[in-house]
C-alpha cells in the first residue's frame, strides 16, 4: 500500500484525532476505512442540502463548510463553520432524521464520506465512542445557544468584530496579517444575521476606526486587544 493511501485510512489518519471517532476501536475503524468513499468538493459546490436524507456523515479531511438554513425571510443563515476534523450531518443521521442544515463549500475540500451503519453499529457496543459523539452533540448546541446570545445582546458592528477574532482564531492568518480564511461579504452578513448593505457599512466603519484593515478581498485585525474591547462594550 503506498503511503499516502496508508495515511489515509481511517485507523492511521491524523485528523480523527480532532473528533468523536478517535474514541472507536481499531477494529472499527478499519470497518469504517473499508466502507468509506474520500470526495474532492470544489469551492461553492453543496455537500447536502437542507431536508436531505443522508446515508451517512461526511468527516473533514481538508478545506471548510459553511452549514447554514434556510430563514423565513428566503435567505440562507450561516450557523455554523465546519472544518479539518468535524463530522457534518451526525446529528441527522443518529436522530433518524433529514438534516436540518445544507454544506456549502467555502473553499476547495476533500472529505470521507462513512456509511450510515458504520456510526450507528459502534454507538450501540462502544460506550466511549457513544460518550464522545454526545459530546459534540452537547457542544453544538452550545454553539447554538451562543449565536443566539450574541444576536440578542450585540449590535451588529460588534457580531462582525467578534466574527472576524473567530476567523483568526480558528484558521490563522497569512504572512501580511490577513485571515486565510476571508468571507465573502454575503457570507460575513449571513454568519452575523444582518443585511449585505448593513455589512459592508459596518466592516468600512471598522476600517476607519483602525480596528482592521482591507486589501482587495483581504481583511486583517489590526488590533485584538481593542476589538475585543469593543466587543465588550455594551
Known amino acids: 500500500m503506498a503511503q499516502n493511501e496508508k495515511a489515509k485510512r481511517c485507523e492511521n489518519c491524523i485528523v480523527r484525532q480532532f473528533n ?13 476505512s473499508n466502507a468509506k468513499i474520500t470526495k474532492k468538493i470544489k469551492k461553492g459546490d453543496i455537500i447536502f442540502e437542507e431536508g436531505e436524507r443522508l446515508n451517512g456523515v461526511f468527516c473533514i479531511r481538508a478545506g471548510v463548510s459553511k452549514l447554514s438554513k434556510l430563514s423565513s425571510n428566503g435567505k440562507d443563515q450561516i ?23 445544507k454544506a456549502t463549500a467555502v473553499n476547495d475540500m476533500e472529505v470521507c464520506f462513512i456509511p450510515k451503519d458504520r456510526i450507528v453499529t459502534p454507538l450501540k457496543s462502544n460506550p466511549k465512542f457513544t460518550m464522545e ?36 482564531e480558528h484558521y490563522g492568518v497569512d504572512d501580511d496579517g490577513f485571515l486565510k480564511l476571508n468571507l465573502t461579504r454575503e457570507d460575513l452578513a449571513s454568519l452575523v444575521g444582518t443585511a449585505l448593505e448593513s455589512c459592508i457599512r459596518n ?3 471598522l476600517k476607519k476606526e483602525g480596528l482592521i484593515k482591507i486589501s482587495g478581498k483581504r481583511t486583517g485585525i489590526v488590533d485584538n486587544a481593542a476589538l475585543e474591547r469593543f466587543i465588550e462594550d455594551f
Do not use: F, P, W
Open 79 to 101: 450557523v455554523k463553520l465546519a472544518a479539518k476534523g468535524d463530522v457534518i450531518g451526525q446529528r441527522s443521521v443518529i436522530a433518524d432524521e433529514n438534516v436540518d442544515l
Open 20 to 32: 468523536s471517532l478517535g474514541a472507536m476501536s481499531k477494529e472499527e475503524l478499519k470497518h469504517v
Open 133 to 168: 459523539v454526545l459530546k459534540t452533540l452537547a457542544s453544538d448546541i452550545k454553539d447554538s445557544n451562543d449565536v443566539i446570545l450574541s444576536l440578542s445582546q450585540k449590535n451588529v458592528k460588534q457580531r462582525i468584530a467578534q466574527a472576524l477574532l473567530y476567523l483568526e
Open 203 to 205: 466592516v468600512s466603519a
